[in-house]
T-cell receptor, first 114, second 116 residues
Framework: AQSVTQLGSHVSVSEGALVLLRCNYS??????LFWYVQYPNQGLQLLLK??????LVKGINGFEAEFKKSETSFHLTKPSAHMSDAAEYFC????????????FGRGTSLIVHP | DTAVSQTPKYLVTQMGNDKSIKCEQN?????MYWYKQDSKKFLKIMFS???????INETVPNRFSPKSPDKAHLNLHINSLELGDSAVYFC???????????????FGPGTRLTVT
């Protein structure tokens, strides 16, 4: 069975500050990991994903995440927040090869202050 | 072209009615999903379906049923609507088999269902 924990339902940063959204997972097999973003009144869209290979993954809009197996983490970062980054962010994990159906975290709302 | 489309975008109806939400994907993906997102943004998977296998989240009431007329469509039918069914429903698809497997999900824009 797989699970995802996103620490902090809300994260507030100032424009230009570092963004750090935390995600920890549990999985019985090597996981596939994802971050999705949901802007108001829209569906989710993929920010980035880790399947195999390089553990530091770069995504769209300047976001990146690092897979740390020893810490079972896949935290999302961005060096400098922009007002347009304000959205809901979801971490997800799937046990590819056993079940492709992802498990989503409860989401973290990113608030960006001017 | 929109990869995953849903209709209607908004649906307001009364308790006890039966309604359907339509979903179409033009990505040629083999698996489609329905999710329910509540007012706290929690995303709950309801169904996963490809042309051979339907996987149902056991917590989903049997008033909900997916119907797939073909590989590109997965509609959601809801009988005897209840107040607690009010939520945003998302359709999604992914390619989970074969050489083009990617596992990432493509979501539709959502259907906001309000039951009064």
């Amino acid at each position: 069975a797989q699970s995802v924990t996103q620490l902090g339902s809300h994260v507030s940063v100032s424009e230009g500050a570092l963004v750090l959204l935390r995600c920890n997972y549990s999985s019985s097999v090597p996981p596939y990991l994802f971050w999705y973003v949901q802007y108001p009144n829209q569906g989710l869209q993929l920010l980035l994903k880790y399947t195999t290979g390089a553990t530091l993954v770069k995504g769209i809009n300047g976001f990146e995440a690092e897979f740390k197996k020893s810490e079972t983490s896949f935290h999302l970062t961005k060096p400098s927040a922009h007002m347009s980054d304000a959205a809901e962010y979801f971490c997800a994990v799937s046990d590819a090869g056993i079940s492709y159906i992802p498990t989503f975290g409860r989401g973290t709302s990113l608030i960006v202050h001017p | 072209d929109t990869a995953v489309s849903q209709t209607p975008k908004y649906l307001v109806t009364q308790m006890g009615n039966d309604k359907s939400i339509k979903c179409e994907q033009n990505l040629g993906h083999d698996t489609m999903y329905w999710y329910k997102q509540d007012s706290k943004k929690f995303l709950k998977i309801m169904f996963s379906y490809n042309n051979k296998e339907l996987i149902i989240n056991e917590t989903v009431p049997n008033r909900f049923s997916p119907k797939s007329p073909d590989k590109a469509h997965l509609n959601l039918h809801i009988n005897s609507l209840e107040l607690g069914d009010s939520a945003v429903y998302f359709c999604a698809c992914s390619q989970d088999r074969g050489l083009l497997v990617s596992y990432e999900q493509y979501f539709g824009p959502g259907t906001r269902l309000t039951v009064t």
